[in-house]
Each structure stands twice: as structure tokens, then as C-alpha cells.
């Protein structure tokens, strides 16, 4: 599909060939979002190396972000929750759901400010991979906290992380776990943490399930204050037989029975290529990262390191051939052009009309990624984006927030202050937010965007810009003709339009 306009080198692991901004930006774009040109100029002139390791190397683990001042208030408790009358009832469901679209609202924010944004992806990842959804956890300070715990450990270490989530209370609620008791198993937790946490299909059988399920009997919540809780009385002590071993196996042990076995290195690997490489895993050069993820005790940087360093992630063959999820086609954009803005929740409702609703995947599978993000109704959905922006160029006067302005902003967020969204979905998020607000804060400054290009909105740009334009958006040459005496704000309009601008 692509001419390949990039002259990148063939370089090996070792070489030390300097990154050149396409470079930056092809790597800032894939383990990221892409970048704005400050972030590009730091890493320009770099090795590979070089780059790799001051990503890793500044990973947060946690966010920046003032979290929603509910994150920990207490839940209702049973006695509190079978008084409430019926209009009460409506009215908790009504502020749950509020709160859930705060939460959504609040990581968006954290996304389109962190200085770390691999971390962000691989919270996103690992949310995908641990799913947990608002369908099954009723309460959006528990899957708050989730998301800390996945940022804490987003790079950390596999097992500490396998262990942490496997007890985290909207984790047991999602998976019925607090429900696996002693003489009465609930398979749903084993089932998956073989097939979708750690083996991968075809390495287990059914009575390893059936074995490794009364082995987590016991891990429950307290249905007062929904914190996990130990029941011993609950915990079937007998001994079990799980992947051939056999003892009075607690949750834990068998936890680390799985952990102990090279699929679960092999499949985590896989997942993590398909995630930054391609959507054509190359077992032959996925054995040895994931030999060296399992040997370094499950340290994440370790398998991610392999993965960036390898021939396959800066082969020519792999750039543009990854789709753009919901998530990263939307923080990118505001990214990328400096967009500035007042509210994230039309974001929030943008990426989730895009098919991707945080904090609420599909099913036990997470998103599916890939090209089913891609359909009639969402390519739609991602040219009617692009051309909102474009419309939010009159509103770019005014300075984009950050620092205090935007930890204020989020605190605003957080209490609930910021204005809801309007109910209607016949028109896009963001399109409804800024009919309804003139332009809805949110404010692109295509002039400034351009200048760093030598060129304005409504000059018509010479090959040499225009070239320049096509390197700064797109992964290759575009795909469809675009009209020869365009101004340069129709040319990078054009850009945006383009199929190619959905890949990375």
C-alpha cells in the first residue's frame, strides 16, 4: 500500500545510526501518541538505543492528573442501599453514571498532559488485557483505582502486576471471582487467567480450570465496603492438580505455576508485538525477547526494550501498517497540532463514538483492535473530527491551559463543576459541544501550527512544504490526489482526510 517515502536505514541493533525526525516521530507515534515538535526535538539525533532507554527511563508510575476527589469515598453499604426509596435509587444510578463519564473525562486529560505517554499506552494495554468494565462494576471508584494499580505497574513487573489485579475488587466483581467458594467453584477467573491473562489457548485443559478454580476459592469482597477480603472458611484446601503439578495449591501458587511456564512470556510477547510491530507476529524473533522478559523475573521494560531495539520495529515493512486506535487517532491529533482546550469530556465522547468506551470493553476480550476500528460508520466518524478542528481554528486566539491552569481545570473536572454533556447523539461529540459553546474552548492555532513550516493558512504551499507537511502527518505518501493549488490549511486539511492518516 505504501510508496515509502521514508529514507530510514537499514541499521541492526547495534548500529548507531541517529534518529532523524522522521525517525522520532515514527517512534514517538508508536509507543505514544504522536508527538508535538518540541517533543520531536528531543529526540532527534539520537541512536536507538539512545531513545529507547530515555523513554524507559523517564516512565512514570503514576499520574499528574489530580484524580476525582470521589476516588476514595466510601460505597454504600447494604443496609444504607436497601433504604433508599426508589427516586433515591434512580438519582445513585444517575450520579454513578456521571461519575464514570468524569473518570473517562480525567484520563483523557492525563493522557493529552503526561510527559510519559508510553505509560499511557500501557495502562490502555493492560486494561485491554486485564479487562474489567462499567457493565459488571457498578461502582467508577473501583475501576479508578484499577487504573492506578495498572499505571503503578504499566512497566513494572508482570507478576507483581498478574498478582495485584488478580485480587483487585473490580476485577473479582467483573469475573465473579467474590463469588468462588468451597464446593462451589465459579470457573470464570481460572478460564480466563489461562486463556486471555497468561498461556494463551491450547496450553491448558479444562480440568486445569476446573483444578485452579477451587485454588482461588476464598479471595472475596466485603459486601459493605467492597475491599478485598480473605475468607479461610471459603478456601478449599484439597489438593489440586494444575498444568501436571500437584499440592494444596493456594491462588497465588498457582498463579506463579503459570507465570513459571515459557507460553506466558511467549504470549504476553506476542501481544505486546502486535501492539507496536505489526499485526504479523514473527515467533522466530519474538522466542528471544520473551526468553529474556521471562529470565528477567517479568521485568515489562525488558520485553518492551527487546521489542523497540529489533530489526522488525524499524523495518520499512512495518511503518503504517498498524491502525490507529480510537484513543490514539484522537489524543494524537490534539497532540500533535497543540490544540488547546477547556473540557475533555467532548473528547471522552469522541473516542468512545469512535468505538472505543473507556473503562467499558466489549466483552472478557477486551478491544480487538486492529482494522475492526476501521468501518464506514467510524472512518466517517474520524473525517467528521478532523473537520471540527479545522473549524476550531477561529477560536485560536486564546492560550492553550497547562501547568496551574489545567490542574485547576481538572480539579473542576474531577468535583463534577464541568459542564455535562448534552444528551443528543445526532451530531458528533465535539461538534455538539462547540455549537452549544461557540467553539467549546477548544482552540487549534493552525497559524503558529504552520509557521514552523515557513508557511500560513492561506498561502499556497511550494513541493519542498508540502513534502515537509507529508512527513509531519503521515507514515507514507498519501493515498489520494490532492487539488494542486490548495492553501496550506486545505493541504494539511487534506492530509487529515487522507486514508494513510489512519495508520502508524
Not at 476464598?218 to 472458611?233: C, E, F
Not at 468501518?375 to 466518524?381: D, G, H, R, V, Y
Not at 489545567?406 to 459542564?419: L, Q
Amino acid at each position: 500500500m505504501h510508496s515509502g517515502h521514508r529514507a530510514s536505514s537499514l541499521a541492526t541493533d547495534g548500529d548507531p545510526t541517529l534518529l532523524d525526525i522522521d525517525d522520532a516521530r515514527f517512534l514517538l507515534t508508536r509507543i505514544g501518541f504522536a508527538p508535538d515538535n518540541a517533543e520531536l526535538l528531543q529526540y532527534a539525533g539520537l541512536t536507538r538505543a539512545q531513545a529507547v532507554d530515555k523513554i524507559l527511563a523517564s516512565a512514570r508510575g503514576e499520574a499528574i492528573t489530580p484524580p476525582p476527589e470521589w476516588l476514595f469515598d466510601a460505597i454504600p453499604t447494604r443496609a444504607e442501599r436497601n433504604a433508599w426509596t426508589p427516586d433515591q435509587r434512580r438519582e445513585q444510578q444517575k450520579l454513578l453514571g456521571a461519575r464514570y463519564e468524569l473518570l473517562r473525562a480525567w484520563w483523557v486529560r492525563e493522557m493529552l498532559n503526561t510527559a510519559s505517554p508510553l505509560t499511557e499506552r500501557m495502562t490502555l494495554f493492560w486494561h485491554s488485557h486485564f479487562t474489567s468494565g462499567q457493565d459488571k462494576v457498578q461502582y467508577p471508584q473501583l475501576m479508578a483505582r484499577q487504573n492506578l494499580l495498572l499505571r503503578q505497574h504499566a512497566l513494572g513487573n508482570l507478576g507483581e502486576l498478574l498478582h495485584d489485579v488478580a485480587k483487585d475488587p473490580a476485577m473479582l466483581l467483573y469475573l465473579d471471582g467474590a463469588s468462588n467458594r468451597k464446593g462451589k467453584p465459579n470457573e470464570n477467573f481460572a478460564r480466563e487467567v489461562m486463556e486471555l491473562f497468561t498461556l494463551g489457548e491450547g496450553h491448558y485443559t479444562q480440568r486445569d480450570v476446573a483444578e485452579a478454580a477451587r485454588a482461588y476459592t476464598g479471595w472475596s469482597l466485603d459486601p459493605d465496603t467492597q475491599v478485598y477480603v480473605w475468607r479461610a472458611n471459603q478456601h478449599d484446601d484439597g489438593e489440586k492438580t494444575v498444568l501436571g503439578q500437584t499440592g494444596a495449591f493456594d491462588g497465588d501458587q498457582v498463579l506463579d505455576i503459570l507465570l513459571a511456564r515459557p507460553e506466558t512470556a511467549t504470549f504476553v510477547t506476542t501481544k505486546l508485538w502486535r501492539e507496536f510491530i505489526s499485526d504479523t507476529p514473527d515467533p522466530e524473533r519474538i522466542e528471544p525477547i520473551a526468553t529474556r522478559f521471562r529470565a528477567s523475573g517479568y521485568d515489562i521494560k525488558v520485553a518492551l526494550h527487546g521489542l523497540f531495539l529489533s530489526d522488525a520495529f524499524w523495518s520499512d515493512d512495518n511503518r503504517g501498517v498498524l491502525v490507529k486506535s480510537p484513543v490514539e487517532f484522537v489524543i494524537g491529533a490534539l497532540r500533535a497540532f497543540d490544540v488547546g482546550y477547556d473540557d475533555t469530556a467532548p473528547f471522552a465522547a469522541q473516542i468512545r463514538a469512535l468505538g472505543q468506551n473507556l473503562f467499558y470493553p466489549p466483552n472478557v476480550k477486551g478491544w480487538p483492535g486492529g482494522a475492526s476500528w476501521i468501518n464506514s460508520s467510524t472512518l466517517l466518524a474520524r473525517k467528521q473530527f478532523v473537520e471540527q478542528l479545522f473549524r476550531a481554528t477561529e477560536g485560536a486566539g486564546a492560550p492553550r491551559m497547562n501547568g496551574a491552569a489545567s490542574a485547576e481545570a481538572a480539579k473542576r473536572v474531577a468535583s463534577g463543576a464541568a459542564p455535562a454533556l448534552a444528551a443528543s447523539r445526532t451530531s458528533p461529540p465535539l461538534q455538539r459541544v462547540m455549537a452549544r459553546t461557540g467553539q467549546g474552548g477548544v482552540r487549534f492555532d493552525i497559524a503558529n501550527w504552520l509557521a514552523h513550516y515557513n508557511t500560513s493558512p492561506a498561502a499556497k504551499p511550494g513541493l519542498s512544504i508540502e513534502l515537509q507537511l507529508q512527513h509531519a502527518v503521515l507514515p507514507f505518501t498519501p493515498v489520494d490526489a490532492i487539488a494542486t493549488d490548495s492553501t496550506a490549511s486545505a493541504y494539511l486539511e487534506a492530509l487529515l482526510m487522507d486514508p494513510a492518516y489512519q495508520l502508524k
